[in-house]
């Protein structure tokens, strides 16, 4: 059956977070040729993937976020190095770092102190719609890197995913429907994250991760997102498949990050016939 789909770009907060992105890449696309030469002189850096597959539990993907536009301000005050040494003290295989500046409050800047206080994969989270920004983000010392394939079109997906692998970083490709994990498929991408809240709502809708996670082929690493705030709901999304989990908000309020990480830190993944 032919697919007569026609892409149009994201609105709502998607829309103005993927505007400014774009934004914020024109005033690095002239420095390209500099980002791959200050890349291509930093360290190899650890597998993302590996670390998310490693072992027996669902891994958690720590996430690293000061606020947010659907919950406003959480945590305004976290200093990312700190914050860093305190989720891998308490279990977090990899670390998403927030960098988008004008709705989450980060920085590249927390990238660069993050990489320097701890080992674990990072993955670089923020709208990157740019061949610069994926340069940018392995100058900077990530491991990964995020592409939401909602705020792309299909073509610039499979273009970035091949920059993410020149440069040397894993992409997440980040989804929320079967046409989605379609062209996530269609490229080279190993982790494919299916996120329950809509960018361009801000809804949490926890039946796309039971529709869509399950669909994703044992060969990919497969990444929950979004509304992970307990054991329970790590649990739930192990029986769909999930090798790992991406939990932020939680964290971030969190009064001992530590010990909350511990107890989603301890739910046994699903593996048999992967």
């Not at 073509?155 to 989605?180: K, M, N, S, T």
């Not at 926890?206 to 329970?232: C, F, K, Y």
């Not at 830190?265 to 699903?270: D, G």
Request: charged residues 25%; aromatic residues 4%; hydrophobic residues 45%.
């Amino acid at each position: 059956m032919q697919d007569n789909f026609t892409w149009t770009p994201p609105v709502g907060p998607l829309g103005r977070l993927t505007d400014a992105a774009h934004a914020r890449a024109e005033r690095i696309a002239s420095r390209v040729a500099e980002l791959r030469d200050q890349a291509r002189d930093t360290p190899r850096p650890t597998s993302f993937a590996a670390a998310l597959v490693h072992g027996t539990t669902v891994a958690v993907i720590a996430e690293l976020k000061r606020q947010s536009p659907s919950k406003g301000v959480l945590n305004s005050g976290i200093r990312a190095s700190d914050r860093a040494r305190r989720y891998v003290a308490g279990g977090a295989r990899a670390l998403s770092v927030l960098t988008e500046p004008s709705e989450f409050g980060g920085d590249n800047q927390d990238l660069i102190d993050v990489r320097a206080h701890v080992r674990v994969p990072l993955l670089k989270k923020d709208f990157h719609v740019h061949e610069g920004q994926v340069w940018e983000a392995r100058a900077l010392g990530a491991s990964a890197i995020l592409f939401i394939a909602r705020a792309l079109a299909p073509g610039q997906l499979a273009r970035l995913v091949d920059a993410a692998f020149e440069a040397g970083l894993e992409p997440l490709v980040e989804i929320r429907d079967e046409r989605e994990l379609q062209q996530a498929l269609a490229t080279p991408a190993r982790v494919i994250g299916v996120n329950a809240r809509d960018l361009e709502t801000l809804v949490l809708e926890p039946d796309v991760t039971a529709r869509v996670l399950p669909a994703i082929p044992a060969d990919r690493v497969r990444v929950a997102e979004s509304g992970m705030t307990s054991p329970d709901d790590v649990a739930r999304a192990a029986a769909l498949g999930a090798d790992a989990v991406l939990v932020g908000s939680s964290l971030s309020l969190a009064a001992d990050p530590e010990e909350l990480l511990r107890t989603l830190s301890c739910v046994e993944r699903h593996i048999h016939g992967r």
